[in-house]
């Protein structure tokens, strides 16, 4: 008894660590391994740091600015079918700012704070990169090129951006909006809570489809219908299977086949018509 005692105690504390909450962790002693790629091995990571190289067109810096960046589920929640965000969608500096970002992870997980279309020649890949495994937090600094853009601003880890965690960072007016950009621009895709499709609006979608085709088939003003568009594919495709079904049969047996199939056909409709008026009549 008091081995297993024994047993269960060293598995408890062994696990412990386990089931341990992970502790904030700031990291701000990370090696650098040249191009501005820092990084430690408890995960935490900066690429495409640049604290004193002024982009192209830049005579000065402009600016130098401070931010605080949250990433986590909770700042998801006020963006319905959303499970990924930053605290803040949208941010706007002047060029050549000097930008220092203080990146938060509030979650128990990875996340990213990315921004793409930098100047290569500055940024490697032309990428300002922050890395976390949360809970914790890590520092990095970039210098913006000159002219007015809009930078999209990401988590790259999978899917946590398309469940909401992006925004766009403008620089001077930039060059208009993101789309889907949560609580600043409309989704490209709007999300359907819907149970189920109603008929109507299945026949409505199913009409819209054919018409599109016929459209791009024969255009607006042809005297053909979608009908016929569907008529003549379902002839391609059965002529096929018909010339080999009729193949070593005379005219008259061709004739006396095609005869029985219709009646058969007709029987079918036939017999769906009662059953749907009995069913109208029970009701």
Not at 126 to 145: A, D, Q, R
Request: overall charge negative; hydrophobic content about 40%; aromatic content about 8%.
């Amino acid at each position: 008894m008091i081995k297993y005692l024994s047993i269960a105690a060293l598995s408890l504390a062994l696990s412990a660590p386990v089931f341990a909450e992970k502790e904030f962790e700031d990291h701000t002693s990370m090696m650098n391994h040249g191009d501005g790629h820092l990084m430690d091995m408890t995960g935490g990571m900066v690429m495409g740091q640049n604290t004193d190289t002024l982009p192209g067109g830049c005579d000065r810096i402009s600016a130098t600015k401070e931010i605080t960046v949250h990433a986590g589920h909770k700042y998801a929640k006020k963006f319905p079918g959303r499970m990924f965000a930053f605290d803040v969608q949208e941010y706007q500096f002047e060029p050549c700012t000097k930008l220092t970002v203080h990146f938060v992870n509030d979650d128990n997980v990875r996340h990213q704070w990315m921004m793409h279309g930098l100047p290569k020649y500055l940024y490697p890949k032309g990428m300002f990169h922050l890395e976390v495994t949360g809970p914790g937090k890590v520092t990095g600094t970039l210098i913006f090129p000159p002219g007015d853009k809009t930078y999209l601003v990401h988590c790259d880890i999978a899917q946590h951006m398309e469940k909401g965690m992006k925004g766009q960072l403008k620089i001077g007016k930039g060059n208009g909006d993101l789309p889907s950009i949560p609580g600043v621009t409309a989704y490209v895709i709007q999300d359907n809570y819907a149970d189920e499709i109603s008929e109507e609006s299945l026949s409505d979608t199913v009409v819209e489809e054919f018409t599109e085709m016929k459209d791009k088939v024969v255009g607006n003003d042809s005297y053909f219908s979608g009908l016929t568009i569907i008529g003549l594919a379902i002839g391609l495709i059965l002529a096929p299977l018909l010339v080999r079904k009729f193949s070593g049969m005379s005219a008259g047996e061709v004739f006396i086949y095609l005869v029985r199939l219709v009646k058969q056909a007709v029987d079918i409709v036939v017999k769906v018509i009662s059953w749907l008026v009995n069913l109208v009549k029970k009701r």
